[in-house]
Nanobody
Framework: QVQLVESGGGLVQAGGSLRLSCVASGTIFSINGMGWYRQAPGKQREWVAGITGGGSSTNYADSVKGRFTISRDNAKNTVYLQMNSLEPEDTAVYYC???????????????WGQGTQVTVSS
């Protein structure tokens, strides 16, 4: 089995910063793409940022471009989301999504983190 543990959420004032972490553990052969999503109250879950397996390419939703940075540490099976210049509109539960290949196979499986609450006060 694979477990994803997120941390780093909290309450911050507008203009502040937070850094989210998502650590994958368990039966893992390799980790492919990693990403972050968020879901605000009453809204659908939306994609925020993604990073390729090697970490050479990143992409961001327009709403966070220039403020958020996604990165990964393959040695630690961890993906990060550095969030700067936070706005009240960034308030949501943030989820990591990780694509993992298990030992002995080539199929990729997607796993979700449990979510971490980010609240930005005005």
């Amino acid at each position: 089995q694979v477990q994803l543990v997120e941390s780093g959420g909290g309450l911050v004032q507008a203009g502040g910063s937070l850094r989210l972490s998502c650590v994958a553990s368990g039966t893992i052969f390799s980790i492919n793409g990693m990403g972050w999503y968020r879901q605000a109250p009453g809204k659908q879950r939306e994609w925020v940022a993604g990073i390729t397996g090697g970490g050479s390419s990143t992409n961001y939703a327009d709403s966070v471009k220039g403020r958020f940075t996604i990165s990964r540490d393959n040695a630690k099976n961890t993906v990060y989301l550095q969030m700067n210049s936070l706005e009240p509109e960034d308030t949501a539960v943030y989820y990591c999504l990780v694509s993992i290949t298990r030992p002995g196979g080539s199929r990729m499986y997607d796993y979700w983190g449990q979510g971490t609450q980010v609240t930005v006060s005005s």
